[in-house]
């Protein structure tokens, strides 16, 4: 059974930074790429990032790139997302997806249950 | 406001047939980038509901169907169930925007 289960959720004020982290189980972890997908209180879902399966690229929405950063560690079948500069407007439940697919026909087949990130002074 | 746009409610009692639509461009459905679909229930994460516009993982149940056509894809679910109650989002890719992209989710109430 795939699983995806997130941890490093909190508070934290402007400006600060937080380490999320993803364990995967049930699945050749190497063999996909892998995302974050995040949800404001209230709203609809939007894609922050994605990683190579083995590492070797990534990917940000505009609203994040140059302050989160993210990354895996195949041998622990873990991924990362590192956030730092947060605004109030990082505000959200951050989800742990897997990607699956191709080119055109690209989507995201296993979700974590999410981890809440709450950015308050 | 999302690139994919979805009504953000429609409503069915059971033994009716309800659609949600999700319009989007010629850079993305319209650029032959499929459709998927996610299905939230209240509190839970998003779970996927049709894959490359109209399949199904195993475990959906046959009464929810996608379609695609144009710029345009629907999600369409034959005679609702109380259990249906939930926000349902479409997915595709957009090549001018470089990003997976989701619709702003539509609220399905069962009367």
């Known amino acids: 059974e795939v699983q995806l289960v997130e941890s490093g959720g909190g508070l934290v004020q402007p400006g600060g930074s937080l380490t999320l982290s993803c364990a995967a189980s049930?699945?050749?972890?190497?063999?996909?790429?892998m995302h974050w997908v995040r949800q404001a209180p209230g709203k609809g879902l939007v894609w922050v990032s994605r990683?190579?399966?083995?590492?070797?690229?990534?990917s940000y929405a505009d609203s994040v790139k140059g302050r989160f950063a993210i990354s895996r560690d195949n041998a622990k079948n873990t991924l990362y997302l590192q956030m730092n500069s947060l605004r109030v407007d990082d505000t959200a439940v951050y989800y742990c997806?897997?990607?699956?697919?191709?080119?055109?026909?690209?989507?995201?087949?296993?979700w974590g249950q999410g981890a809440l990130v709450t950015v308050s002074s | 406001q999302s690139v994919l746009t979805q009504p953000p409610s429609v409503s069915g009692a059971p033994g009716q047939r309800v659609s949600i639509s999700c319009t989007g461009s010629?850079?993305?459905?319209?650029?032959?980038?499929?459709v998927h679909w996610y299905q939230q229930l209240p509190g839970t994460a998003p779970k996927l509901l049709i894959y490359?516009?109209?399949n199904r993982p195993s475990g959906v149940p046959d009464r929810f169907s996608g379609s695609n056509s144009g710029t345009s894809a629907s999600l369409a679910i034959t005679g609702p169930q109380a259990e249906d109650e939930a926000d349902y989002y479409c997915?595709?890719?957009?090549?001018?925007?470089?990003?997976?992209?989701f619709g702003g989710g539509t609220k399905l109430t069962v009367l």
């Open positions: 997915q595709s890719y957009d090549r001018s925007l470089s990003t997976w992209l």
């Open positions: 049930g699945f050749t972890f190497s063999g996909y790429w």
């Open positions: 010629s850079s993305n459905i319209g650029a032959g980038y499929d």
């Open positions: 997806v897997r990607g699956r697919g191709y080119d055109s026909a690209y989507y995201f087949d296993y």
């Open positions: 490359a516009n109209s």
């Open positions: 990683i190579h399966s083995d590492g070797s690229s990534t």
